[in-house]
């Protein structure tokens, strides 16, 4: 079994990157587009335990935010579980965050993403 600690120094300017332009959508009023960079976030991050829970916390103010009480409830059990599965090796590539999908889905890995993961040499 592999044990994930930390993020790969070459993946880390992606991770902040796709967090600091969900903010920037997010103050913009653009919901949709701060949610797409937010999830590229946690596919980028759900490998490595601290930034899997990071990207869950932020999912979760995120639904505190608009309201929405399906996102609020979802997370809760993603942001406590979420960084565990990581430490031990177990999450589900591809795998967005939301609570709109099953949290133990794999997902295809978004080709934009995937040629980051190249960039970086990490394997998938």
Request: overall charge positive; proline content about 8%; charged content about 20%.
């Amino acid at each position: 079994m592999k044990i994930y600690t930390s993020m790969p120094a070459g993946l880390v300017p992606y991770f902040q990157e796709s967090l600091e332009i969900y903010r920037i959508e997010f103050e913009a009023g653009n919901l949709g587009k701060a949610w797409n960079h937010l999830e590229n976030a946690h596919i980028i991050g759900q490998r490595y335990p601290y930034t899997h829970t990071c990207v869950h916390l932020e999912m979760l103010l995120f639904g505190i935010k608009i309201k929405s009480y399906r996102e609020i409830i979802g997370q809760i059990p993603r942001l406590v579980l979420g960084g565990v599965k990581s430490f031990v090796g177990k999450v589900p590539l591809g795998n967005p965050g939301g609570a709109d999908v099953p949290p133990l889905k794999p997902f295809p890995i978004k080709k934009g993403i995937q040629e980051i993961f190249e960039k970086a040499g990490i394997k998938q």
